[in-house]
């Protein structure tokens, strides 16, 4: 049970740095047309499009609600893994 908790941390985790890289992609000229950023927007595009609407002139703040989104989910699945664990001890 706990290793299911931890792979399941370890996927938002590893979301949350695509989600990262793909931020930091923006700065870069013609990154999002490589095969590795358009990988990665395939990943990363469908989630962030719940957060678009957030943005203040050019500055989009998607990806930062995104990030934070996942941290509670993250730590809603720390807490659960707490509570699920105490249950069976």
Not at 17 to 23: E, F
């Given at each position: 049970?706990?290793?299911?908790?931890?792979?399941?941390?370890?996927?938002?985790?590893?979301?949350?740095?695509?989600?990262?890289?793909?931020?930091?992609?923006?700065?870069?000229?013609?990154?999002?047309?490589?095969?590795?950023?358009?990988?990665?927007?395939?990943?990363v595009e469908?989630?962030?499009s719940y957060?678009?609407?957030?943005?203040?002139?050019?500055?989009g703040f998607?990806?930062?609600?995104?990030?934070?989104?996942?941290?509670?989910?993250?730590?809603?699945?720390?807490?659960?893994?707490?509570?699920?664990?105490?249950?069976?001890?």
């Amino acid at each position: 049970m706990n290793l299911i908790f931890q792979v399941l941390s370890w996927a938002v985790s590893a979301y949350i740095l695509l989600i990262v890289v793909y931020a930091l992609m923006s700065w870069l000229p013609g990154a999002y047309q490589s095969k590795l950023g358009q990988f990665i927007g395939r990943l990363v595009e469908p989630f962030l499009s719940y957060f678009n609407f957030i943005s203040v002139g050019p500055l989009g703040f998607g990806p930062v609600v995104a990030i934070i989104v996942l941290s509670l989910v993250q730590y809603g699945l720390q807490y659960l893994q707490y509570i699920v664990l105490s249950l069976f001890v």
